[in-house]
């Protein structure tokens, strides 16, 4: 079983500030890790995710997520945010094994809710 | 990445009436769609696993004579609420996995309102 926390609830930051928005996570298998962005009425988007390879992964629009397998976590950062960040952002992960029932299920965290103030 | 489609985007019931919600892969064939709930300010839930050809698989608590699922081609798999109740309003929202599972492309969900 696969389990994911979001540690914040709500973020509260003013425009070009930098930001963490936290997720840890638990799994007997391992995992591939995956941040999503729902803007309001929307479905979700994925932002990056991590597969393999080099444990830092980066988004088109200036976010990054670091794997870090012995902390099991995958923080997201951006070192300076836009209004237009405002959105709810979710962690989530799923199996990497082949095959099985629980292959491309994707388990979510609680998600966390960005406000950038101007 | 690749699109998918959901229709209706909104849609408000009456109480005891079905509701379908269709789900599309417009630009690949899905032989696996997944179906998760949203309610108000928490997370996604997965509800279902819609399998082309044969019949869905249902997470532990979702009751299946009530969410219908079929997945009648390799681009479609449609969602009914049946004998729908207050307590089914919800965002209801679908996915597709790429190549290989390791990613899923989803749909823009449709908001239910059950009077």
């Known amino acids: 079983a696969q389990s994911v926390t979001q540690l914040d609830s709500q973020v509260p930051v003013f425009e070009e500030a930098p930001v963490e928005l936290r997720c840890n996570y638990s799994?007997?298998?391992?995992?591939?890790l995956f941040w999503y962005v729902q803007y309001p009425n929307q479905g979700l988007q994925l932002l990056l995710k991590?597969?393999?390879?080099?444990?830092l992964v980066e988004s088109i629009n200036g976010f990054e997520a670091e794997f870090n397998k012995s902390q099991t976590s995958f923080h997201l950062r951006k070192p300076s945010v836009h209004i237009s960040d405002t959105a709810e952002y979710f962690c989530?992960?799923?199996?990497?094994?082949?095959?099985?029932?629980?292959?491309?299920?994707?388990?979510f965290g609680q998600g966390t809710i960005l406000t950038v103030h101007p | 990445g690749a699109v998918v489609s959901q229709h209706p985007s909104r849609v408000i019931c009456k109480s005891g009436t079905s509701v379908k919600i269709e789900c599309r892969s417009l630009?690949?064939?899905?032989?696996?769609m997944f179906w998760y709930r949203q309610f108000p300010k928490k997370s996604l839930m997965l509800m279902a696993t819609?399998?082309?050809?044969?019949?869905?698989?249902?997470e532990q608590g979702v009751e299946k004579d009530k969410f219908l699922i079929n997945h009648a081609s390799l681009t479609l798999s449609t969602l009914t609420v049946t004998s729908a109740h207050p307590e089914d309003s919800s965002f209801y929202i679908c996915?597709?996995?790429?190549?290989?599972?390791?990613?899923?492309?989803f749909g823009p969900g449709t908001r239910l309102t059950v009077l």
């Open positions: 799994s007997s298998v391992s995992v591939y």
């Open positions: 996915s597709g996995p790429g190549l290989g599972y390791n990613e899923q492309f």
């Open positions: 819609s399998n082309e050809g044969s019949k869905a698989t249902y």
């Open positions: 630009d690949f064939q899905a032989t696996t």
């Open positions: 991590y597969l393999s390879g080099s444990t």
């Open positions: 989530a992960v799923s199996h990497s094994g082949a095959g099985g029932t629980s292959y491309g299920k994707l388990t």
